[in-house]
T-cell receptor, first 114, second 114 residues
């Protein structure tokens, strides 16, 4: 079946450094790739998403890149701050985004040290 | 605007009992999906409803059922609870736009089965 692999599982950086999380997906029909930040005891918060018709999207300190040929997408966080510490999940739509079904990666626990 | 709202936030049930979880989507959103998130893992898709019709079902037993009401709110029901049903149950809301679906999650309902 379809799956999403996410790496690394844990990531520790110093405040101000950059953090990169990478995901690969298997469903060639996937066309929607959101990233979620989940803090302890809370639901996943959408932080950025990208669709298959673009290769890169940026929102302030956060950027996402997509390589459809290689089925890779990555999250880049620059100038990290302690409040960026959380679990980050990548996800890919099963088929087109109209299905509403997302396949999630296993999550990356990001720790930003002051 | 209010985000996705879920109730109850926490509940404890005994094995064999039944539970009903409720979700109100973002105003104007007609699609609701349900996910199960076990501790330490990414969310797993259970159901999607759009315009009151089931549009997708994940790999969950028939003990899990859901419905969507005319106001687009939704309920998830789980019968004959097992210890393994203990998890965070997430509701996701989405609205199809010209650029595709964007999927937002609520804070979830924490279910503990004892």
């Amino acid at each position: 079946g379809e799956n999403v692999e996410q790496h690394p599982s844990t990531l520790s950086v110093q405040e101000g450094d950059s953090a990169v999380i990478k995901c690969t997906y298997s469903d060639s029909a996937s066309n929607y790739f959101p990233w979620y930040k989940q803090e302890l005891g809370k639901g996943p918060q959408l932080i950025i998403d990208i669709r298959s018709n673009v290769g890169e999207k940026k929102d302030q300190r956060i950027a996402v890149t997509l390589n459809k040929t290689a089925k890779h997408f990555s999250l880049h966080i620059t100038e990290t701050q302690p409040e960026d510490s959380a679990v980050y999940f990548c996800a890919a739509s099963q088929g087109s985004s109209n299905t509403g079904k997302l396949i999630f990666g296993q999550g990356t626990t990001l720790q930003v040290k002051p | 605007d209010a985000g996705v709202t879920q109730s109850p936030t926490h509940l404890i049930k005994t094995r064999g009992q039944q539970v009903t979880l409720r979700c109100s989507p973002i105003s104007g959103h007609k699609s609701v999906s349900w996910y199960q998130q076990v501790l330490g893992q990414g969310p797993q898709f259970i159901f999607q409803y759009y315009e009151k019709e089931e549009r997708g079902r994940g790999n969950f037993p028939d003990r899990f059922s859901a419905r969507q009401f005319p106001n687009y709110s939704s309920e998830l029901n789980v019968n004959a609870l097992l210890l393994g049903d203990s998890a965070l149950y997430l509701c996701a809301s989405s609205s199809l736009t010209s650029s595709g679906n964007t999927i937002y999650f609520g804070e979830g309902s924490w279910l503990t089965v004892v």
